[in-house]
């Protein structure tokens, strides 16, 4: 199949407070996945492996982990004279406006529409950086020409209890868009947005800089109203697998899902690579008393305890005695002598102190008391560098801020749902 000249916009500015700790110190698309890679590298690569090479990443959130993994773009060969890979950050194109961050997903794209202009493409691919699939963008782009649609929308079909957590789509026998709605209460269809567009580029360039130059975001604003004005949006079906990583429960299970005998996101395709930028770290060293089960374990890993249906990222280590059960450790984590770590998510170079217990299952059950949608599954979080006290317990559905210091940990037990820390400063 040959390509179709497309530019590339990816939209990763974003946070998430039901993220939690994971977004306190990065933006949603750094976020480390299935543990050696980032949530940006499925979608970089989606793009060169679907032949597209002229990729910008739209940033605004905490951007220097993302722009520190992505550089030239080397490991998805974007590092190019023509095209390749840029990364777009908002800023003020006078020196007498005021200062204005970026208010949505369209009004990211408007910030920059000048770099649209000038690039050599009819159609412009806009890709959200916080999802984890894997898809070959060419069949969209050649669906859009040969139904001569104005905008395509890439469409999944999700669990009627979640499609309330996206823009749902109805459409006619040919597939054209009659309804849209982005994040409806009691939501009509389970057709849901990926929040994957496709749009002539004249037509984008026009809407965003023209009368409709309000429009804040496309899901909410942008996609209504062309079809309240009778443009041509159609939906092209995506049958793969797809997730959208928006909070930690949902994070937690797309990279348990990778510890199934056949997974459904096969990361070992040799037809379609994930990319990404690896560190040199020496094989994993397992200890004379290691035990792992239905886990992932990353280059640089040390296991010297036993480690059960987790995913290990580079650089952790697994101390003598230690228990690990139901996590998902980041890279550089410390579990100590004898600790327990279940059921939870503990972030980059987090220490946990020797016989600490995380993840206390007291019967209680009882949410987050600061946030209680997000947190009531009984997931505890360790954020980035805090250090928890060697014999620590902390219950379920508990909270500690990235770099909280020993000294500030009680004495006693840390009963479920409770929060440590502060959120760090920018």
């Known amino acids: 199949m040959t390509s179709t000249p497309a530019l590339a916009l990816i939209l990763a500015g974003g ?80 020196p007498h406006e005021s200062v204005r961050w970026q208010e949505g997903t369209a009004d990211a794209v408007r910030f920059h529409i000048d770099f649209v202009e000038e690039q050599d493409a009819d159609l412009v691919l806009i890709l959200a950086g916080d999802h984890v699939y894997k898809m070959d963008y060419r069949p969209l782009l050649h669906y859009h020409r040969d139904v001569r649609a104005d905008v395509t929308v890439a469409v999944h079909t999700v669990a009627r209890h979640d499609a309330h957590r996206f823009g749902v789509v109805i459409t006619d026998p040919e597939g054209r868009i009659t309804y849209f709605e982005e994040k409806p209460r009691r939501p009509p269809s389970t057709l849901a947005s990926m929040g994957i567009y496709v749009f002539n580029r004249t037509l984008l360039v026009d809407w965003l800089t023209g009368p409709g130059r309000e429009d804040m975001d496309f899901g909410r604003h942008v996609i209504p109203r062309l079809l309240e004005q009778g443009r041509r949006v159609y939906a092209y079906p995506f049958f793969g697998y797809w997730t959208d990583i928006g909070t930690v429960q949902a994070y937690w299970e797309a990279n348990m899902a990778l510890l199934a005998e056949t997974p459904a996101l096969d990361l070992d395709d040799p037809e379609w690579v994930i990319h990404t930028r690896s560190e040199e770290r020496p094989p994993v060293l397992m200890g004379p008393d290691a035990m792992v089960a239905s886990s992932l374990v990353c280059d640089g890993a040390i296991v010297e305890g036993h480690v059960e249906r987790s995913v290990i990222s580079p650089g952790v280590h697994v101390a003598s005695g230690a228990v690990v059960r139901d996590a998902i450790i980041l890279t550089d984590a410390v579990i100590g002598p004898g600790a327990v770590v279940d059921h939870a998510i503990v972030d980059k170079t987090a220490i946990i102190g020797e016989g600490a217990q995380v993840g206390v299952d007291d019967g209680a059950n009882r949410p987050n008391a600061e946030m209680p949608e997000v947190l009531n599954t009984g997931l505890t979080l360790i954020g980035k560098g805090a250090a928890v006290p060697p014999g620590t317990l902390i219950g379920r559905n508990c909270v500690i801020w990235p770099f909280t210091p020993a000294h500030q940990f009680p004495k006693e037990p840390l009963p479920a749902g409770t929060t440590l820390g502060k959120r760090p400063l920018p």
């Open 15 to 94: 946070a998430s407070e039901a993220l939690s700790v994971l977004t306190a110190v990065r933006t949603e698309a750094a976020i480390p996945f299935g543990g050696k890679y980032r949530i940006i590298d499925f979608v970089l690569s989606n793009c060169v492996n679907s032949d597209i090479y002229n990729v910008a990443v739209l940033t605004q959130y905490r951007p220097r982990s993302l722009n520190e993994h992505i550089g030239t773009g080397r490991p998805w060969d974007l590092d190019r004279t023509t095209g390749g890979v840029r990364l777009l950050q908002p800023y003020l194109k006078d």
